[in-house]
């Protein structure tokens, strides 16, 4: 008699996370029906905040942040999938990711996940309510503060969206976020991107404070309020039919007056194997199936899921099912700004954004938001070189 072999893991608990990782593990079993693989959910705000290192040491399986690689790496947590996977299957992955995807979890040569999920914030349209007031979709920031003006526009303004958009204004403006051990911005950018923000959360209901990604699109997809997000963590499961009452269409982020198309900052999840995982092999295996091109393309993004291999986001069937989410959202993917990984860049990340949000409710110097922003960075360094 063969013996059963039981794989658990743990997601996030949106549709986009825990459905295409039930539907795999039910296939993989029904292909290894001496396998199972068994998955729990946790809350988008817990996928983010809770330890790698506590997760691995319950779970074999787990979809990971990317901003947790560096924390995995330094403690150990996890299995690095070099030389467990064919190098061939790793060079595909890296040449068909999708943006810098593959790479978000590459550090200190060792690859530690695998992109089975790509995201960054994009634009996302009611197109049937712009048209029902004869607006046309914002190309430029000015359109969106036009449109603003209106109150149609939504975006999510918890304090780690608020980070990522801050990041996000940065990159376009020329100068990154955290490329020096001096300051996480140039003081002369850092005001200039505040300021942009906040003239436009000045003209946003206060209750988008509350929300996130998902919140915003909720509330777009089943109210008519509002008509138009500029930047929001994309969800492909908004342009497909059926899943909310009004279908959202997604898009390329407007421009920046003469800065170009906006840069957001990259997200996404990626697979990862518990280096405590009694059964490595076939973590591995069950790993390389959901990050399959051919799985990626068909029964992942089936599901509701967000691919990670380019070819699905390229794929005339997974456009023709998601309004051509993918299509046109993928310029923004490419560009997008890779955050820090280091091991302290947690702490920066799980504080930073409460200063933010604080600036764009009560206002402020911006000066002194920076240099807060940059003792707290500072201190996550400092974090860093003591382990």
Not at 136 to 160: E, K, N, W, Y
Not at 198 to 225: C, H, Q, W
Not at 238 to 262: I, K, Q, T, W
Request: hydrophobic share 40%.
């Amino acid at each position: 008699m063969t013996e059963t072999i039981r794989l658990k893991g743990i997601t996030w608990d949106h549709s986009r996370g825990y459905v295409p990782m039930v539907a795999t593990a039910q296939r993989y079993t029904e292909l290894h029906p001496n396998v199972e693989v068994v998955w729990e959910k946790r809350s988008l705000q817990a996928f983010a905040d809770r330890p790698v290192k506590e997760l691995a040491a319950c779970y074999d399986l787990l979809v990971i942040d990317h901003p947790w690689t560096g924390y995995a790496a330094a403690t150990g947590a996890l299995l690095p999938l070099d030389g467990l996977l064919p190098d061939a299957f790793l060079r595909d992955q890296a040449e068909n990711s999708v943006g810098k995807s593959f790479m978000s979890y590459t550090f200190d040569g060792y690859q530690w996940a695998l992109p089975i999920d790509a995201a960054t914030p994009v634009a996302a349209s009611r197109p049937d309510l712009l048209k029902a007031r004869g607006l046309a979709l914002p190309q430029t920031f000015d359109d969106v503060l036009a449109l603003a003006d209106r109150g149609l526009v939504g975006l999510s303004l918890l304090p780690i969206d608020a980070l990522m958009s801050f990041y996000m204004f940065c990159s376009t403006l020329g100068k990154p976020a955290c490329q020096t051990n001096s300051e996480v911005v140039a003081e002369s950018c850092g005001i200039i991107a505040l300021k942009i923000f906040k003239s436009l959360v000045d003209r946003v209901d206060l209750a988008f404070f509350s929300k996130n990604p998902i919140g915003v699109y909720e509330t777009m997809a089943n109210s008519d309020t509002i008509a138009y997000c500029p930047f929001a963590y994309g969800y492909s499961n908004y342009s497909r039919n059926g899943y909310g009452r009004h279908l959202l269409l997604f898009h390329d982020l407007v421009d920046l007056a003469s800065h170009g198309p906006l840069i957001s900052t990259l997200g996404g999840a990626g697979l990862a194997i518990s280096a405590r995982c009694a059964y490595p092999e076939v973590a591995v295996d069950y790993a390389r199936f959901v990050a399959s091109p051919g799985i990626q393309e068909t029964l992942y993004a089936d599901a509701g899921g967000q691919p990670g291999h380019r070819c699905a986001w390229t794929s005339d069937y997974t456009n023709g099912r998601t309004s051509n989410y993918f299509n046109n959202t993928l310029p923004a993917l490419e560009r997008a700004y890779l955050r820090p990984r280091y091991a302290g860049h947690l702490y920066f990340q799980d504080h930073a954004g409460d200063l933010i949000v604080n600036y764009l409710q009560h206002g402020g110097n911006e000066r002194k938001v920076l240099e807060s922003l940059n003792q707290l960075y500072h201190q996550s360094l400092l974090q860093e070189a003591h382990g």
